[in-house]
C-alpha cells in the first residue's frame, strides 16, 4: 500500500475521513450532496463559488424562515445540503483566480464537479491539466449524461433524468399519467453516487498511488434502479407499456395479469388505506407478505368475519378478489390512527407503517427520535438549526455534521492565507482586482471583517 | 465486448477498485445490491446462502415466466459478479465453517434481525476476535436499536415511514382522491445499500491507515428519511407540509406543471424550464415554437421583462402543453435539448434498451449464462472509472455453485469434510 499525504493537514483518526481535502466546484442539489456527505465523514471540503452565478439553493426563497433576513446564506434547503463546508469564493475566469485554484488543488485529494460535461476543460480544469499539477488526484464529475456518448451535452435536473431513466414510469397508477418522484430523487441518489465514486476512487489510490477520472452519469444511475425491469426487457422482451402497469401500491392491479412490477415478491394484501381524522397525510400501508400473515391479518379485521371467508385464504384468491379486500380492509384502518394502527399489527406479526409526512419524520416519528436523526447546530442566520445525520453509526469513528454551511466566502482569507501562504497585501489585491468577490457586488460584513477592513454602518 | 463470462474473477482482466477487498454477504433484498456494487467494483463478493439458496431466488420475474430458483430475473439483476456458496449456520458445523471464513475475510455484510448472529456466536466481537481488521456492516429496517427495532418491513413499508409517499401522487385535478404513491423499483433496498456502502468504504479508508475494523449499524429507515430532498427544511423553515403533484415536485404552494402529454401519447418533463425561464431562453422557445406556428403569445416584447416572465409561469405551462400535445415526443425532447432546455422525455425500458447514448458508453453489457448457453443484456456501470473499471464480470452465481472452490480450494476443507458437510445438511 502507498500512502503519502505530506500535503495533507495532520491525519487524526476520530472521523474516518480525517485528513482528506476535497475541493467542491458543485451547486444545487446532486453534487453538494456528494461533498456534505465526505464532509460529515471527517474530511475538509472547500465549496468553491462566485457571487455573480450563485447556487441556485442559497436563493430558494421557499426555505427562509420567517423573520429570517433573506439572502444568499439565509435558505434551510441551502444549510442542510452544505452542511460543514468551507467556504471560498474565487473567480476561475480570472487569471489570477484560475492560478490561486490550482494552487488549492495540488494540495487536495479530490476535484468534484456536477457542471454540464465539459465545461471544467473549458476553464482550465480538466482531468488531464488537474493531473499535472496533482498526479494522484480523485476526480469525479457527475453530468446528467456523462462527459462521453453522443449526447453527453445533454442537459439534466431530477425530474428530466428520472423520466429518462424509466424511473417516472414505474411510479403511479394504471391508465393515469406517471406519478413520478415527488422531488429529485436522482439528486439524492446522484448525491450518493458522488460520494461512492470519491470513496471508491480514494480506496483504490490508497492500495496503489493512482488518482484518476470518475465519469458519472445521473441519468445513466437511475437506470438500474428499476430493479430487474431492464432484465424483464432484454431476457423476456417485456414490454413496459402494458395493461395493469404500474400498479400504484398494489403488487399487480385487480383484473390484470399477474406479473412481477419489479419492487419485490407478488403479495396482496399490498396497499395504502385511510386511517383515522382523514387529514392529507392520515394513510398507513399494510403488506402481507405470506398466507400466515394475512391470517395474522384476519385477526386482527375480527368481529365483521369476512375475512375468514376462504376465498381470501390463498395468496390467488386474495389477489382475485383484491378490490373487495382492500375496501373491507379499509373500513378497519379508518377507525384507527395510523401510529396505532401500525403498532397493532406490528405486535401481531402485520407488516404495517405510517405514511410520514416531513412533519411526522420531525416531531412524531419515535424511531428517529430514540436514534438521533437530527442534530441541533448554531447556524449565522437560522440560529440553532436541525441537521440531518448519518443513517448509519460506526462504532470506531465518529460521524456527525461538523457545523453549520458555509456563508458565501466565509472563509477565503483563512483558506487563502493560511493554507496556501497568500499575503495579505496580495489577498487584499485580489479583492481589489475581482479575484476573490466581485467589483460590484457589495461586500457582507462577515467578508469585511475576515480581512481586517472597515465594515460599513 | 466480450461477454462476462463465469470464469471471469476479480483477478481476470483489468483490476476494479476494491480489488483485494472480500466480502461474505448474508442478505437478500435489503442489502443485495450493496454486495453487487462491491463485486462490479472488484470484490469477492462471496454469497453465502442457506443450502436450497436464497428466498430472493423465489422473486419474479422468471427467465421465460418459468418460477425456478435459478430463473429469477430478481436474484440475477442483483447478485452479478458475486460467487455463491450454500452454509447452514444455524447448525454447529456450518457455524464453524463461518467462522473460517470470516477469518479471511475484510467484511461482512449481513441483514439478519438484531441480535440474530451474536445470538449465534456469530456477532462482531467473536468474528474480530483473531481478525482485528474485519468490518461487519449490519443493514436492518430499523438499525439495531430504537422502539420499532423489531417490526418487520417491506420496500412499501419504508416508501411509507421514510416519507417518500407523503411527496408522490397526483393533483387533483388530475386523479381525485388518489392515494399516496410508492414508487417501484425496490428503492428503500437501494437507498438503504447506497448508505451501506458509503459506510462501508469510510471503515475501509479508516483500516487503510489504521489497520482497526470496525462494525456498522445502517437502518433503511434513516436511509429512506434522509431522501425528499427539500421536504424536511420546507418544514423546518416554514412549518408547511408539501402537497403531492403530478410528475412535479411535492410542495406547498400551488406550482406550474411541467410533465405534459405529446401528440404520439407520451409524456415529457419540462423539469422547471415553465417557471424559472430567462428574457433570454424565452425567445429561444419562443422562436423553436413559433417555426411549428405554437408560440402563441410568447414572441410578445412584453415577456423580455424579467418581471412578467417571473409571474408567467402558469401561462407559460399552459403554452408549452398546447405545443407539446401537437409535437412527437422525441422530437419536443431532443428539440428542447438542442437549444439546452433540460427536458427529459419519460422513457420506458421500451426506448431505454438499445439507446445509442448509452451504446457509446458501454452501458449494455452482454452476460453468457453458459448452463443455458444463452447470452443476455444487464444494464452496466452508471459510471466510468478510467484507471479501475467498473463492470460485471459474471452472472450471479447458481445454487452453491462455488462450495468447491470456496469451501475446498481455498478454505482448504478436504473432500471427505467436505462430503460431510453435505450429508448433514450444512452445505
Sequence with gaps: MQVDHNQSPKRRKDQPLEGVRVVDFTWVRAGPWAARWLATLGAEVIKVEWPENMDMLRLNRFTVPPGVEPGPNSTGQFADTNAGKLGLTVNVRHPKGLEAIKDLISVSDVVIENFSSRIMSRWGLGYEELRKIRPDVVYVSMAGFGQTGRQHYFGTMGPAAQALSGLTHLSGLPGEPPAGWGWSYLDDTGGMYGAMCALTALRHRNHTGQGQHVDLSQMITGITLTGSAFLDKTVNGRESRREGYPPGNRTVWPGAPVMNNYRGPIAAPHNAFRTLGGGYNDWCVIACLSDEEWTRLAGLLGSSGWAKDSKFATLEGRLEHQDEMDRCIEEWTATLGKYDLADVCQAAGVRAMPVQSSEDRVENDPQLRFRGMFTEVKHPMLGDWKFQGAPFRLDGNKVAVKGPPPMIGEHTAKIMGELLGVSREDLLQGYEDGVYWPETTPRFDYVQRAIGQEVER | MTAATPGNGPGSGPVGPLAGVRVLELTGEHAQFCGKLMADLGADVIKIEPPGGQETRNVGPFLDDQPHPERSLYFWHYNTSKRGVTLDITKPEGREVFRKLAATAG???????????????LGYESLSENNPGLIMCSVTPFGQDGPWRDYQTSDLLHLAAGGQMASSGYDPEDVPDAPPIAPGGGNAWH??????YIAILAALYHRDFTGE???????????????????????????EVVRRHTGRHASPDESPVIQH?????GYINTTRSGSNLTTRRVKVLAEWMDSHGLAQ????????????????????????KNFFANMPLVEAYEGGQELNFPWGAVRTMDEIVGDPHLEDREFFVPVEHPELGREFTYPGPAAIYNASPWRIYRRAPLIGEHNDEVLGGELGLSKVELAALKKSGAI
Design chain 2, 107 to 121: 467484511l461482512v455484510l449481513e441483514s439478519f434481525p438484531a441480535g440474530y448472529l451474536p445470538g449465534l456466536g
Design chain 2, 191 to 196: 437507498i438503504a445499500s447506497h448508505y451501506a
Design chain 2, 213 to 239: 475494523g470496525q462494525y456498522i449499524d445502517v437502518s433503511a429507515h434513516e436511509a429512506c428519511s434522509l431522501t425528499t430532498e427539500g421536504a424536511i427544511a420546507i418544514y423546518l423553515s416554514t412549518g
Design chain 2, 261 to 265: 402529454a405529446t401528440k404520439d401519447g
Design chain 2, 297 to 320: 403569445d410568447l414572441l410578445d416584447e412584453k415577456y423580455q421583462d424579467p418581471a412578467v416572465v417571473e409571474e408567467s409561469g402558469q401561462h407559460f405551462a399552459q403554452v408549452l
